[in-house]
């Protein structure tokens, strides 16, 4: 194989990844943060003071701690606690 051909291959297979990672990005649903709806220990990311990271949530339906939810849908789930918030609540 040339080094043309070689880098011809090179290209359209990049180009190939490239297209099929653009359409499982389309294909993905949309989601927003939703804060005050995630049970102790199951909040997506950090959920303010003294936590780090997913999964380290204090308390059901922490305020300051949020899931990904599908689009729209955030304030109308409703928890023990109210409903939820696309904002932290205090």
Sequence with gaps: MTVARAAAAFAMALATTAAASSLHAADAPKTEKC????????????????TSCAGTSMANYQG???????????????????????????
């Design 35 to 50: 804060y005050g709806v995630a049970k102790a220990g199951k909040n997506d990311c950090k959920a303010g003071t003294g």
């Design 64 to 90: 300051d701690a949020w899931k990904l939810v599908k689009a729209g849908t955030c304030t109308s789930i409703q928890t023990p606690k109210g409903f939820g918030s696309l904002s932290p609540k205090g």
